[in-house]
């Protein structure tokens, strides 16, 4: 009787080939879960920078032209934000928005982009479209057909574009009206 005091190279060899098809199946799957995963969570930031948006202009903290923009009359407003402090013009307003967090999930990368909202009707009737911009410096972000912006009802992760999102550009004043006005907040 032989005595044996470990594996044969076929059974180990087999094992290996063994473990390589388990990792070949599994990768690819938990890659694919971790990438919706980052989908949603970019989607999240983009609804949280929005909701603050919204709950700072109720607040009565988003001024424009030196008015406030919850007294402001009907028109477009914009609210650039980015998360970059480093050279070239820089919009803090990130800080205001989100207290922590707010970067991209896609490596934790600087995010710039904008709220704008546009403000109809008359002050017992007033409707309030929000819209939202969002995009990071490897070029993740929102891309709404070739548009950078969507309404912050229609956002969801098919949204969403890796390395392809447009930079954020504001959408054109309708035919006869001025342009968006630039507001900061309080």
């Keep these: 009787m032989r005595n044996k005091r470990g594996f044969t190279l076929v059974e180990l060899l087999a094992t290996i080939t063994i473990l390589g098809v388990i990792m070949m199946i599994a990768?690819?799957?938990?890659?694919?879960?971790?990438?919706?995963?980052?989908?949603?969570?970019?989607?999240?930031?983009?609804?949280?920078?929005?909701?603050?948006?919204?709950?700072?202009?109720?607040?009565?903290r988003i001024q424009c032209n030196g008015l406030s923009a919850f007294e402001s009359g009907n028109g477009s407003y914009v609210v650039w934000f980015t998360t970059n402090s480093s050279g070239g013009v820089v919009y803090n307003n990130y800080k205001k928005l989100i207290?922590?967090?707010?970067?991209?999930?896609?490596?934790?990368?600087?995010?710039?982009?904008?709220?704008?909202?546009?403000?109809?009707?008359?002050?017992?009737d007033e409707?309030?479209?929000?819209?939202?911009?969002?995009?990071?410096?490897?070029?993740?972000?929102?891309?709404?057909?070739?548009?950078?912006?969507?309404?912050?009802?229609?956002?969801?992760?098919?949204?969403i574009v890796r390395k392809d999102a447009p930079m954020p550009t504001v959408p054109p004043a309708p035919v006869g009206e001025a342009g968006a006005i630039s507001c900061n907040i309080n």
């Design 27 to 60: 990768v690819p799957t938990v890659s694919i879960y971790i990438n919706k995963s980052k989908v949603d969570s970019f989607v999240y930031t983009a609804k949280q920078y929005e909701k603050s948006a919204e709950d700072l202009y109720l607040l009565d």
């Design 99 to 124: 207290k922590e967090g707010g970067k991209s999930p896609f490596g934790n990368i600087d995010v710039a982009g904008f709220i704008y909202f546009v403000k109809t009707g008359d002050s017992e």
């Design 127 to 159: 409707t309030i479209n929000w819209y939202i911009s969002l995009r990071d410096a490897e070029g993740n972000g929102i891309k709404n057909g070739s548009n950078s912006y969507v309404n912050i009802n229609e956002l969801n992760s098919s949204k």
